[in-house]
């Protein structure tokens, strides 16, 4: 599970539970209906907060279902039970935090926190005629993490603890978390240093908070498309 906070046109933040996310080097694709004020957040902004929650938050979790930053509440979220909450942090009872690169602030309690810019938007069934417009992939480069001290492996600086770090896990819309690991894994006895991208060295170069946004307001999801497009970095190795 990933909570998303976005800032909102105003000063407000919003944040959003969501589940289908995948990571690639220093990226993560994220699956968004482009109705959800997240997701136009997004594109407004061209920046967000990707909060892990641990399986602990799964009531705080819970507690953002069913509800939008968005109002009006587009029809469709209507017609399956959604209602406007201006004030996300406060239903949650999660704690907002100032992030150090971006406007919308981290949750206090989500053990890893990471800031993101957007670089590309890909538009998802784009041919159908039915489908086209209604959810976007959203590719975000994350340039600050931060992590509780209580999952960072011991001795080490940049290298998380897998048997400490128990990350709430969305499974066919019921919460899950870990359990024992099964196995000895190969692939994680690749050095990390040989995963290493640009955008690693962009993440410590980023600017902080309070430069002008990197998207103009209202820019349509085709326009953003394209011009984040001009601005990918360099590919970097799949982590697989
Ligand atoms: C557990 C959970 C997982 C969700 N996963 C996703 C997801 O992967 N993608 C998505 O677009 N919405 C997902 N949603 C629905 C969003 O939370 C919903 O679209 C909501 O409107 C987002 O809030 P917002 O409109 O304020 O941005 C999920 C909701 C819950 C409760």
Not at 92 to 113: I, K
Not at 217 to 232: E, H, I, K, S, Y
Request: aromatic share 4%; hydrophobic share 35%; proline share 8%.
């Amino acid at each position: 599970m990933v909570l998303i906070s976005s800032r909102n046109e105003g000063t407000s933040a919003n944040l959003a539970p969501m589940s289908s996310a995948f990571w690639l080097g220093w990226r993560a694709m994220l699956g968004l209906g482009v109705g959800s004020k997240t997701a136009q957040n997004l594109l407004r902004t061209g920046e967000c907060v990707l909060n892990l929650p641990s399986d602990s938050m799964a009531p705080a979790v819970d507690r953002l279902a069913l509800t939008t930053g968005a109002d009006p509440v587009p029809a469709s979220k209507q017609r399956r039970g959604y209602r406007h909450e201006p004030d996300k942090f406060g239903r949650s009872g999660l704690t907002p935090v100032d992030s150090e690169t971006v406007e919308p602030p981290r949750v206090a309690e989500c053990p890893v926190n990471m800031e993101c810019v957007v670089e590309a938007v890909h538009p998802i069934a784009d041919q159908d005629d039915a489908l086209r417009g209604s959810t976007a992939a959203f590719e975000v480069r994350v340039q600050r993490v931060h992590v509780h001290e209580s999952i960072r492996m011991a001795g080490t600086s940049d290298r998380i603890d897998p048997d400490a770090w128990r990350p709430l896990i969305m499974s066919f819309q019921k919460f899950y978390g870990l359990g024992a690991q099964l196995h000895p894994s190969t692939l994680a006895s690749i050095p990390e240093r040989l995963y290493r991208t640009a955008d690693a060295d962009r993440a410590r170069e980023a600017p902080l908070a309070g430069r002008p946004t990197r998207l103009g307001a209202g820019t349509p999801l085709r326009q953003v498309t394209r011009a984040a497009g001009r601005c990918r970095g360099p590919r970097g190795g799949s982590r697989r």
